[in-house]
């Protein structure tokens, strides 16, 4: 398992006004970061240690959470949530492309073979806990945190729906929209319209839910983190974002956010060199069976 610690610009120290520790992003409450992209570095050994990392922040100095993270739109939702809570956290690369993902160490933390996953040192009663299913890690973090997951009833409910449509749908969808729209070895019509017309009625209906409110639950909540990886790349998808204007508002209101664009904006070295045309690449991504 390749293990790394996020890392920035010139700057690795900043003040929090909750008093949170959070990861060494550079932070801005004006606008968008102006520091480099934070940026992950893989280990050449999966026994190697991680090195400390660094913190900003007044509040207890405890170990950060460790992020199990691929640059994807299901990893991106964990590092907005952490980013957005301020929490520390090290990054720690799943080369999904070379197979780590079925690593005993990680399969230990994500049974599912799933990235993302999380490792809090800090869980409940103090003691460690390990979290996989990216829906699954936003309500703990929110429930830990107590942010952007409410506590009341009514309004956990209208979030939580949210939630499960998109774990439900819009990934699953936009996900295979993305698998026969890029990479399939050969063009299936049947398969491409199929899943290109689902993700433009899932996109319809957030643009009516959208009409009359700023963002999908009311308030700014993790059910927009959990939505804006996905819809953020529309044109993959082979979606149009002007025919759904309530959307398209919202698209850019939650991209214009600092953390927003510090979660998204972790970058994995190792990322860059995938070859989606290598047919071991392929074998890992897409040929993938029960293993007993």
Known sequence: MARAVS???????????????????????????????????????????APKPSRSGKGPRGKPIELYYWPTPNGWKISIMLEECRLAYEVRPVNISAGEQFKPEFLAISPNNRMPAIVDPNGPGGKPIAVFESGAILQYLGRKTGKFYPANERLRVEVEQWLFWQMGGLGPMAGQAHHFRNYAPEQLDYAVKRYTDEVD???????????????????????????????????????DVNEFPHFKRWLEAVLARPAVQRGIGIRVEDAGKVDMKDPKVRAVLFDQRART
Do not use: F, H
């Open 7 to 49: 890392k920035t610009g010139s700057k690795n120290r900043s003040s929090s006004k909750s008093g949170s520790t959070r990861s060494s992003a550079k932070k801005s409450s004006n606008g968008p970061s102006k520091g480099r992209p934070t940026r992950a570095r893989s280990s050449k050994s999966a026994g190697m240690s």
């Open 201 to 239: 009625r899932l996109y319809g209906v957030m643009n009516k839910r959208l009409a009359d409110r700023e963002y999908l639950a009311g308030p700014y909540s993790i059910a927009d983190m959990a939505c804006v990886g996905w819809a953020k790349l529309w044109e993959r998808q082979g979606q």
